[in-house]
Nanobody, 126 residues
C-alpha cells in the first residue's frame, strides 16, 4: 500500500488549504482513512477520520470540528482534507493513513492505522 499526501503550504490565519492523499494497492473504498498531524516537539495528533464507503460517518478532533472536512473520491482513490479558518496552532506536518481493520466505532489512535503517507507541511503564519 502506498499513500501519497500533497497540498501543504503556507497560508495566513483565516485562510484555507486542501490536502490530498492518493492511495494505491488496496480497494480504496473498503478502508477507513484518517488524517493526523504532528507539530515540532509534540506527539502525533488525531485530526479526523472517514469510515469506509457504505458505512458512512466521519469524526473530528474538537480542535478542528467545524473547520475541517474529510471527503473521498473512490474513483480517484483519493481522500481529501479541506481546512478552513486556519489558525496558528494548525501548523504541523499532516499525515494520511489507512486502516486494515474495521471497528464499530471511530478509530482515533495512530496504532489503529496500518499504512501512512510521508506527510505534508502546513504552516499558518502572518
Amino acid at each position: 500500500v502506498q499513500l501519497q499526501a500533497s497540498g501543504g503550504g503556507s497560508v495566513q490565519p483565516g485562510g484555507s488549504l486542501r490536502l490530498s492523499c492518493a492511495a494505491s494497492g488496496r480497494t480504496f473504498s473498503r478502508h477507513t482513512m484518517a488524517w493526523f498531524r504532528q507539530a515540532p516537539g509534540k506527539a502525533r495528533e488525531f485530526v479526523g477520520t472517514l469510515r469506509r464507503s457504505g458505512t458512512g460517518g466521519s469524526y473530528y478532533a474538537d480542535s478542528v470540528k467545524g473547520r475541517f472536512t474529510i471527503s473521498r473520491d473512490n474513483a480517484k482513490n483519493t481522500v481529501y482534507l479541506q481546512m478552513n479558518s486556519l489558525k496558528f496552532e494548525d501548523t504541523a506536518v499532516y499525515y494520511c493513513s489507512l486502516a486494515e481493520r474495521h471497528l464499530a466505532g471511530f478509530m482515533t489512535r495512530p496504532d489503529d492505522y496500518d499504512y501512512w503517507g510521508e506527510g505534508t507541511q502546513v504552516t499558518v503564519s502572518s
